[in-house]
């Protein structure tokens, strides 16, 4: 009860009251959608002197009798709680909180209001696929959903512009390509939200990519059939209107690849790279396609070495008489000489080096002392300093012998008996450092004819083989040619092409 009071005295009482004293309600009652699917984040100000709280939810605003109690936390500094029990995402939920005491619960709060969602998909990327203008998409699954929307966008300033480019209806699907209408070098936004059959969750933040054409598949680089040179090959990118490779000559940390070949042809898919090779350097290289507007992501990085090229046209012919054999092949101008390798045995290829020719410019050999009767397998390999091909020549077999040749015509193969030859002549040979001459006997009367003239187009070996050998005089080296010729005076014919 109350009585007024002035300076003289109190006046009466007023009628008994009554009240009942309540603790405060939480300030800054809020409810949002929650992190997790179905779930709902409450929160709140503390309120003093309380020893926890009591929360009540309804389905319906209109209805007190239909809140109920979902929490009772028996902390009085608690200021949130997270609602997951038996939520329905899509549906709109109503709550009030009260602090309470001991002996009493407070007032409750005002009616707020929350609509559970599904949970945006966790860790949503998006990086250029791996075919041409694509995009793969992946993100973490969420639990309850039953599907997933994609949006996509040029332009990530306003939402308005995302327009729907899949809708996935496996809940537990967690990737997708997009290969619709992009273009290769443009950049894409890309957002996702999780889809159950009542409603769509939050969208995700806003991720982007750009789409690129592949790098071309099965690139290969192995050592060129010629020297200092490495022969590459890819399979073709769809697409794609041409193609840039880039070399280095190291792969290290920081390695600096130059661009070697820019190439504008769609079709091609193999290229040799000749452009200042080292034989015994390893190099490097990548390859990107192109389609005229952007350029494409690098292949993985390759690499083969450059050797020397091998010797070609290997021959060999028996010395008769002598047991030996001669050789004869191509020079290779970058080589500094050649190993030369024998086999006697059909089943293995040669390996064991005979001879070391230590000068490039060598193209014979006589190799000696062979066993009568037996077959020997050669082969032939090029040396560049340290260098060695990897390639080899090709493999020649002869059978070692002593017995002398048939000469006679049935020697000569079917080809050459068609040639317009002239007489064969006993011959002698004079030679020195720098020539080779020949002085056949013709009607009594020596003539001296250089090995250069116009008059010898051919110059031919007959041996007892099916086949006749041809060989090239001019091409001996002088210490060879002697050895052959001084060997073999009976047993061969020089023919002498007719002009």
Known sequence: MIAASDSRSTGRFSSIIQANPQLAQPHNFKAVTGHESASTNLSWVSVVGATGYEIQRSPSYYFLSVFTTVATISNGS???????????????????????????????????????????????????????ASVNLSWVSVVGATGYEIQRSLDSSFISKFTTVATISNGSATNYIDKS???????????????????????????????????????????????????????????????????SSTNNYGAIFNRIAIISKTSTSNYIDKSNLINGQTYYYKIAANDGQSAGRFSPVINATAHVC????????????????????????????????????????????????????????????????????????????????????????V?????????????????????????????????????????PKINDKIERLSIESSFIKRILLVTNYP????????DFE??????????ATTQFKILFANP
Not at 467 to 474: F, Q, R
Not at 478 to 485: D, G, R
Request: net charge negative; aromatic share 12%.
């Open 78 to 132: 608690t200021t949130n709680y997270i609602d997951k029990s038996n939520l329905i995402n899509g549906q709109t939920y109503y709550y009030k909180i009260a602090a309470s005491d001991s002996p009493s619960t407070g007032r409750f709060s005002s009616i707020i209001q929350a609509k559970p969602q599904l949970a945006q998909p966790g860790n949503f990327k998006a990086v250029t696929g791996h075919e041409s």
């Open 181 to 247: 209408n992009l273009i290769n070098g443009q950049t894409y936004y890309y957002t996702i939200a999780a889809r159950d059959s009542r409603c769509t969750g939050r969208y995700s933040p806003i991720i982007q990519a750009n789409p690129q054409l592949a790098p071309p598949d099965n690139f290969k680089a192995v050592t060129g059939h010629e020297s200092a040179s490495i022969d590459l090959s890819w399979k073709r990118v769809v697409g794609a209107t041409g193609y840039e490779i880039q070399r």
């Open 310 to 397: 091998p010797p070609f046209h290997l021959q060999v012919v028996p010395i008769y008489g002598s047991c030996a054999v001669f050789l004869r092949w191509g020079v290779i101008k970058e080589a500094t000489g050649y190993y030369i390798k024998r086999s006697s045995t059909a089943s293995t290829i040669p390996v064991e080096i005979i001879k070391t020719v230590s000068n490039g410019s060598v193209c014979s050999y006589v190799d000696q002392e062979l066993t009568d009767g037996c077959c020997y397998y050669y082969i032939m390999t090029s040396k560049d300093g340290e260098d060695e091909s990897v390639y080899t020549s090709n493999v020649v077999s």
């Open 399 to 439: 059978v070692s012998s002593v017995n002398e040749p048939s000469t006679s015509a049935e020697a000569l193969s079917e080809e050459d008996k068609g040639a317009d030859f002239g007489s064969s002549y006993q011959f002698n040979i004079i030679l020195d450092r720098f020539s080779l001459e020949i002085l």
């Open 467 to 474: 086949n006749l050998h041809a060989l090239d005089l001019y």
């Open 478 to 487: 002088p210490e060879t040619a002697s050895t052959l010729f001084r060997q």
